[in-house]
């Protein structure tokens, strides 16, 4: 059974820092493509950031270029999100998706399992 938990969301300030984990189980970890999405109230969920199995290949939505950073550790079959220079718009549930075909694609229907999520919150 495939199972993504992410791990690491919080309350921070703006400016501040965070980084996310998604530890993934039960998968050939290597043969997938990672994403980051979020989901702010009342809005639908966006794409964040991707990362190729081999890492070799990333890629970010224009609003978190320069400020969030993908990598993976796939002996702890484990991917991250550092993100730093927070801004309250920021402010989401976070989730962590695994995408079967390891395409590396923005689009939400091209991912196959997904994680609970983990809020951040950035505010003064």
């Known amino acids: 059974q495939v199972q993504l938990v992410e791990s690491g969301g919080g309350l921070v300030q703006p400016g501040g820092s965070l980084r996310l984990s998604c530890a993934a189980s039960?998968?050939?970890?290597?043969?997938?493509?990672m994403g980051w999405f979020r989901q702010a109230p009342g809005k639908e969920r966006e794409f964040v950031a991707v990362?190729?199995?081999?890492?070799?290949?990333?890629y970010y939505a224009n609003s978190v270029k320069g400020r969030f950073t993908i990598s993976s550790d796939n002996a702890k079959n484990t991917v991250y999100l550092q993100m730093n220079r927070l801004k309250p718009e920021d402010t989401a549930v976070y989730y962590c998706?695994?995408?079967?075909?390891?395409?590396?694609?923005?689009?939400?229907?091209?991912?196959?399992?997904w994680g609970q999520g983990t809020q951040v919150a950035v505010s003064s």
């Open positions: 039960g998968l050939i970890f290597r043969n997938y493509a």
């Open positions: 990362i190729s199995w081999s890492g070799a290949y990333t």
């Open positions: 998706a695994a995408d079967l075909w390891g395409t590396a694609t923005m689009t939400l229907s091209d991912y196959d399992y």
